[in-house]
């Protein structure tokens, strides 16, 4: 299987907006509530920013928001701030017990 | 405070074997599936491997089927991943992570605590 499709790249000056798209097949999205978004800084352990589509962990600011529709799941970060500066990862359930991961959008801010 | 430690990683050869470790503290471990997720030099994330809570099913990517094993030791808070026959494409930074889920067989959800990564080198 392919990893799902992030562009890899994205950015936006403090306080705009930027969102992230993630693409897979249907079969890719095994789960329709399973997608989870990961936030990666260098030489740090992952974070969860989102999971089951749409829900914040305790401690993830509300400027992180997400959803789904179709084979599109999408990330979006309101209110730019220079810490969101990072690499960005969808992940799914495939529905054959793996998990996949998307290939990674790096986010500038300007 | 809640966290996950790896340890164990090194440089390999092909045809030797090595075996990463993954230390639970600030949390009941037993009541948790845990992940093995790697990442290549310049690539992006990929799952590895998932075993479950209670430690009696485990889960393998493709890639890795074989030669991979995830184990359990509840009693010393460590999951262990034990790599044989590793190929040069194992090569990678090797995170374990946690899933959210308690107590239950359905994960993959979201992974809500991981370690900071123990690296793997194969050489040939």
């Known amino acids: 299987q392919s990893a799902l499709t992030q562009p890899p790249s994205a950015s936006g000056s403090p306080g705009q907006s930027v969102t992230i798209s993630c693409t897979g097949t249907r079969t890719d999205f095994g789960d329709d509530n399973s997608v989870s978004w990961y936030q990666c800084h260098p030489g740090k352990a992952p974070k969860l920013v989102i999971y089951e589509v749409n829900k914040r962990p305790s401690g993830v600011p509300d400027r992180f928001s997400a959803s789904k529709s179709g084979n599109t799941a999408s990330l979006t970060v309101s209110g730019l701030q220079p810490e969101d500066e990072a690499d960005y990862y969808c992940s799914s359930y495939t529905g054959t017990n793996s998990l996949m991961f998307g290939g990674g959008t790096k986010v500038t801010v300007l | 405070q809640v966290q996950l430690v790896e340890s164990g990683g090194g440089v390999v050869q092909s045809g030797k074997s090595l075996r990463l470790s993954c230390a639970a503290s600030?949390?009941?471990?037993?009541?948790?599936?845990i992940h093995w997720v790697r990442q290549a030099p310049g690539r992006g994330l990929e799952w590895v491997a998932l075993?479950?809570?209670?430690?009696?099913?485990?889960h393998y990517a493709d890639s890795v089927k074989g030669r991979f094993t995830i184990s359990r030791d509840n009693s010393r808070n460590r999951v262990f991943l034990y790599i044989t026959s590793p190929r040069a494409e194992d090569t990678a930074l090797y995170y374990c992570?946690?899933?959210?889920?308690?107590?239950?067989?359905?994960?993959?959800?979201?992974?809500?605590?991981w370690g900071q990564g123990t690296t793997v080198t194969v050489s040939s």
């Open positions: 075993i479950h809570f209670d430690g009696v099913t485990q």
């Open positions: 600030g949390f009941i471990l037993n009541n948790y599936g």
């Open positions: 992570a946690r899933d959210m889920r308690v107590t239950v067989h359905s994960y993959f959800y979201g992974l809500d605590v």
